[in-house]
């Protein structure tokens, strides 16, 4: 037999929750002859909710009192909502097939779908988020660099469905506090030690006979501050050289398109490799070939000459001092706010969602003016 809970809200509605995670809602009521009746209402699948069943109520309850017949329950009365699973379907198809979008797919499942999945997207709530992180923490016993990250995908998908038009909705994730963790990264390369970078780049290139495949990847992660997948979905078309633009797809924030600039670095680069490409090529690839290679590709042949340049010495987990691949966006936001570029235009220039991500780099802008001032003494 269904346990049926009331509402904390509005006397008189209730729902249970069926088999498929569904709640169904119902409401109560003394008919003209003072007796308490129950009368299903319909499924939160169908667009049914607390204040629904609150308002169909108190037609019942005015009718009665008018001595009219209480009006009749449609339920189904409206079109069926969109759920999660319905816009994660619609982000997953929009994404290219690399590890990077089938490793996300498997963190939804495992922790969004089992959960929310057939839950009306625009119903989900900032507590029912919260709860999840407390059960990816308590129960699942992960870390809390993991509940952020799953907070952030569903945030993500939220933000797809929100700029594909299919609802207007505040996204409730955005109210959720992350998890503090410490296992941040800090380093960043100074200007000597990207250069020093380009030169080993280049060099590996020749050794191999890469073409210019880490040479071009290097100095667009550097000059852009793009993600890898971002670097290496990039194309042909996707670079005007008349304007300086170089049109990034940000696959974190929902496949979303944002600009990086050409730079006096990748100026000349650039201008000789689109000579040698079709329209549709990828810009880094093997030999100029144009053909998309994986991320695994770039970090077993970047990988190395990280470590021999910059990681020798230092423990495999020091997260903190250990430069890899996604250090060389950290650098680029680090090297705009030791130039104190604003960070409202940081924020822009890494196509951040949220200010909070950005507001880290504020104490290098901090260390800068106190150099600045210090010298004039």
């Not at 509605?13 to 409401?27: E, F, M, T």
């Not at 006979?209 to 000059?223: N, S």
Request: some cysteine; hydrophobic content about 35%; charged content about 30%.
């Amino acid at each position: 037999m269904a346990t049926y809970i009331s509402s904390k809200k509005y006397p008189g509605v209730q729902y249970y929750i069926k088999d498929n995670g569904v709640k169904s809602y119902s409401i109560r009521y003394k008919d003209e002859s003072g007796k308490l009746k129950r009368v299903q209402v319909g499924d939160e699948s169908d667009g049914t909710t607390e204040v629904y069943c609150k308002n169909k109520r108190i037609e019942i309850l005015n009718a009665q009192n008018k001595g009219e017949q209480p009006p009749k329950i449609v339920k189904n009365h409206r079109k069926k909502i969109i759920t999660l699973d319905d816009v994660a379907d619609k982000y997953f198809s929009s994404m290219d097939n690399t590890t990077s979008t089938h490793e996300r797919l498997s963190k939804y499942n495992k922790h969004l779908s089992e959960q929310f999945g057939r839950h009306s997207i625009t119903n989900i709530k900032k507590t029912d988020l919260e709860d999840l992180q407390k059960s990816i923490i308590d129960d699942k016993k992960l870390s809390k660099k993991t509940a952020n990250m799953i907070l952030e995908l569903f945030s993500t998908i939220f933000r797809f469905g929100f700029n594909e038009e299919l609802y207007e909705a505040v996204n409730p994730a955005m109210k959720v506090k992350r998890f503090k963790v410490k296992n941040t990264r800090e380093r960043f390369l100074r200007v000597s030690e990207i250069e020093e970078l380009y030169k080993q780049a280049i060099l590996k290139d020749e050794e191999k006979d890469h073409g210019d495949l880490l040479e071009v990847f290097v100095k667009l992660a550097l000059t852009t501050g793009a993600r890898l997948e971002g670097i290496l979905n990039i194309k042909k078309r996707d670079i005007d050289l008349e304007s300086d633009i170089i049109r990034i797809t940000d696959f974190k924030n929902g496949g979303e398109i944002y600009s990086g600039y050409v730079t006096k670095t990748t100026r000349d680069l650039l201008t000789n490799k689109l000579n040698l490409l079709n329209y549709n090529d990828n810009l880094v690839s093997f030999n100029n070939d144009g053909k998309q290679i994986s991320a695994r590709q770039i970090q077993t042949r970047l990988k190395p000459i990280l470590d021999d340049l910059f990681n020798v010495g230092l423990d495999t987990k020091d997260r903190a001092n250990r430069i890899v691949i996604h250090s060389l966006r950290h650098t680029f936001a680090s090297q705009l706010a030791i130039s104190n570029v604003p960070i409202r235009q940081i924020q822009e220039l890494m196509n951040h969602a949220d200010i909070r991500e950005t507001m880290k780099y504020a104490k290098l802008q901090d260390d800068a003016n106190k150099k600045a001032a210090q010298s004039v003494f």
